[in-house]
């Protein structure tokens, strides 16, 4: 169950998420988007109210601590599989050698096209790294699919299907190969215990070096900005 609670002045809206397994008042501030507070299914809307407002000076701080979104028009710079590329509009889509991402215009649909092109990176990628680390280990994996998460970078249900988040293509390729060897390793360990870790040490040796990489850096992919850009810079004066 959701909903959304408006706290101070100048107001701060929050996300309200009821869990029946929540035990306590939970407040999280992601890189981008709403800050979420998780409550127990039967606390009070006073409860939650004095704990926003207790809790409003440290929120604002976080929210104004976080960086700002990165537009991405032309000139802009992007990290692809790693290394930092700049955005040029072209003919046709096309990562030169020379570190320039050419992308078909105009202009304001740039980010749009930046990120086809990241999915298409993504999807052949996870797809080779699973096929990779699955047959290592015997399995056969699900369907694999791509979306914009914000709370996990990869997942796996207990049918084998695969979920990645499409912006692993920004970051060294260890690091998007180190997430696809940890959800294929739940393919056999549908856990996080000592034998699932082994599991993933046995796909990926050294394992810890990209997730470290993914835990300092792994917020600073979201502050791209993937979205249409304002359409003022559609018809410029």
Do not use: K
Request: with cysteine; hydrophobic share 45%; aromatic share 6%.
């Amino acid at each position: 169950m959701a909903g959304w609670v408006r706290i101070g002045e100048p107001p701060i809206t929050v996300r309200l998420r009821r869990q029946a397994n929540a035990r306590r008042l939970v407040l999280r501030v992601a890189a981008e988007g709403e800050p979420v507070l998780t409550a127990p299914v039967r606390c009070r809307p006073a409860e939650l109210r004095c704990f926003l407002d207790t809790h409003e000076s440290w929120l604002r701080a976080r929210l104004a601590a976080r960086p700002a979104p990165v537009p991405l028009g032309e000139g802009a710079r992007l990290p692809v599989g790693g290394r930092e590329v700049v955005l040029q509009l072209g003919p046709r889509v096309a990562l030169r050698d020379d570190g320039v991402l050419e992308l078909p215009g105009p202009e304001p649909l740039l980010p749009g096209r930046a990120a086809g092109f990241l999915r298409v990176l993504a999807r052949e990628s996870c797809a080779a790294a699973a096929s990779r680390h699955a047959a290592a280990l015997g399995r056969a994996h699900g369907r694999i699919t791509l979306r914009d998460t914000r709370s996990r970078w990869g997942s796996c249900t207990s049918r084998g299907d695969l979920m990645f988040s499409w912006r692993l293509a920004m970051a060294p390729p260890e690091v998007l190969d180190y997430v696809v060897a940890h959800e294929v390793a739940h393919l056999a360990e549908m856990n996080h215990s000592e034998r699932f870790w082994a599991v993933v040490a046995r796909l990926m040796p050294g394992y810890a070096t990209p997730r470290a990489w993914l835990r300092r850096n792994g917020a600073a992919l979201h502050r791209y900005d993937f979205r249409t850009l304002p359409a003022e810079r559609l018809h410029p004066a």
